[in-house]
């Protein structure tokens, strides 16, 4: 039985500049409920469940039960001559390993977690601090600086690249087809058309590469994953676009966003940067109180393949669920003093990153990018602040971040 109607405006200013509130009013009154309009390019229907307690979240992404995978399409719900467009749009995304489900998710995460490793990332400390200091050298003789454009949008790019093994000058245009790809699955308006010559360029571009790599092996991911198999089993072309054109997906913009939240949280708790600036040894408990706070994913999606109840809903095979983590993070049942940033704050058992099969992947290189960020920062600079006004959210309801973050030294 469907209890309320959700009536909730994700593009309006207000909720954007700050969701809690309603977040913490949708958990006390209506913590499971169902939105007729919304959709988003992960759902193929008009209508969504909404779930924002940490509890409830965690039972569903920790149950076998329930599915990653997207709903079937069902095309004649759009117009004929967009039809095609469609299905093609939905193709590379149905065959992620985001959306899919064990034993298929299984196997293609033991392969990619083969060159994937902790290892490996951790040995990327020093790459990483090399590209942070050098983008701090640029700030040297400056009053102000936009911190989104010149240092959180770049440091992942080139991080990214070298990563995976794309040439760094491409990485432009790659980042106009992502911001493209966020918003089309994140449910913002973006024109199906553009959408579709964005991704057809996009995939056209990673095959290439993938052809490029096939024919000259090098030290970098993508030749790694090329060659990575398991039981005599390798990635197919088609796999490995989809694995690429997730990672850069799923690595480039949360990256960009949690180190401009974090340094935005910093500034607008100054207390906590105080204590941070006297003791930096609390860096990695800082990153997670951030991540916590404003997570850069707000919300994933997942597929209902059977009848079940929550909270006295009943939830129907075949319907699309939407799980707000950064409701989760906020909760006052997982957290104490939830909606205060606490950079000390134990056991921050966060969903920023998701929980369960699909735990993000990416993690460990995410978290290791920001920490180097807020320590150089901290290290070089002993003084700046946020010129007044100086910062705008981006307009996304699945993505937090910001457009622009003004510093001023
Ligand atoms: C702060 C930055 C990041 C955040 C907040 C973030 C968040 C998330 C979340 C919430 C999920 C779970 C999605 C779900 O369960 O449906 C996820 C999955 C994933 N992330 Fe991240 N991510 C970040 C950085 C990265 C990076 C740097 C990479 C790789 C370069 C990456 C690669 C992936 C992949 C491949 C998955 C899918 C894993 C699977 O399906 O098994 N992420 N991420």
Sequence with gaps: MVTTELNLDYLSPEFLENPYPTFAKLRAESPVVWDSKFHTGFSSGVGAWHIFKYADIQSILRDRQISSEMPPLELERYPAEAREIISQLFSITQKSILFSDPPKHTRLRSLVSKTFTTQIIEGMGLQIQENVNSLLDNWQNTQEIEFIENFAEILPVNVLSDL?????????????????????????????????????????????????????????????????????????DEELQGMIWLLLNAGYETTVNAIGNSIFLLLKYPEQLKLLRENLSLVETAVEETLRYEAPVQFIHRLAKNDFELQGNLIKAGQDIYAWLASANHDPDQFSESESLNITRPNNQHFGFGTGIHLCLGAALARLQIKISIKSILQRFPEFHLRTGGYKGKPSAIARGLKYLWLVF
């Design 164 to 236: 995976i093994g794309f040439p760094r000058k491409d990485y432009e245009t790659i980042n106009n087809w992502v911001k493209n790809e966020v918003e089309f699955l994140g449910g913002s308006p973006v024109s199906l058309e553009l959408m579709y010559q964005s991704r057809t360029e996009f995939l056209n571009y990673i095959q290439e590469q993938i052809l490029q790599h096939r024919q000259h092996l090098r030290k970098d991911l993508l030749s790694d994953l090329i060659m990575a198999q398991e039981e005599g089993y390798y990635l197919s």
